[in-house]
């Protein structure tokens, strides 16, 4: 997952992706924003508290497609249902269903929400969105259902923003990158595998909290630029991805290993698998100065 931010009032920023084997989410991004209603972002999937419903995608100012009904029985949003429903967005004409701080807990509430840009656009606050959608890691995006991912009109149903304890899912607009290519995103922004099921990979902002290679990390944007956030029991370090098939010599991030690791896809008995032919996670050879200690388990045998 890719980190989110938190939500500071009712202006949002960040992103976080579930990957299955990875640790699973983005950090929030290095521009994120303030906090006042804390907590970091969480690696996990919410429970939806937010009960399930439907919700009419029918043409309007927020260029949601007009794709009938869509039901959502699994999760979306565990913010404790105020005035109104995150999923049904069910406020009148030209307000949005926000979170909003509430006695030291949160609830939903009918916010202005009514400006020009429609889903999918660059944004910087929430106040450019149309009604219905929120600025979430810089594009104007609706809350969306984790089984249905339809509202998204084509994007992918995997940006968490985390809300004091809770959490809401958001559709994820970033641009597409192709894997240990040089120059795959555009400056400022990392090529991270966001699903393993299709081997999709994503531009994403780096986190505030980078770490180094083989280092310890909890968010994919934690790591640098074509590297893994690779978790194994109560772990997770950051990994080269690379090409078992790669040329000799290869450099690292472009298919290659660094000096004292190798390309495996298995480590300590777990598949490393990310959709991808002939793509593995560098790990420690055994050979380094260290002995090879990498924050995993030893696993010295060939792949």
Known sequence: MIASATMSSLRWLGLAFTAAIAAASFAACKSGSTSTGGGGTSTG?????????????????????????????????????GECDLWLQDCPPGETCRPAASGGDYTTQCAPGGGLKTAGEVCYSANECAEKLYCIAGKCSPVCC????????????????????????????APRCELLT?????????????DPKQGLATCAEPSGNPAPDLGPCQFLNDCEDMQQCYSFGSSATCHYYCWTNAAPGAAPGLGGCPEH???????????????????????SDGTGPDGGSDGGPKDAAAD
């Open 182 to 194: 040089a120059n795959a995103c555009p400056d400022g922004l990392d090529c991270h595998i966001e």
């Open 45 to 81: 999937g919410a429970g939806g508290t937010g009960s399930g419903g439907v919700l009419s995608t029918s043409s309007s100012s927020s260029g949601m497609p007009d794709a009938g009904l869509l039901e959502c029985v699994g999760k979306y949003s565990n913010v404790p249902k």
């Open 146 to 173: 984790r089984d249905n991912a339809a509202g998204c009109n084509g994007a992918i149903c995997d940006i968490n923003v985390k809300i004091g304890q809770y959490e809401a899912f958001f559709c994820h607009y």
């Open 261 to 283: 690791q190798a390309c495996k896809t298995t480590f300590g008995g777990q598949k490393v698998d990310y959709g991808v032919p002939n793509l593995g996670l560098c790990f």
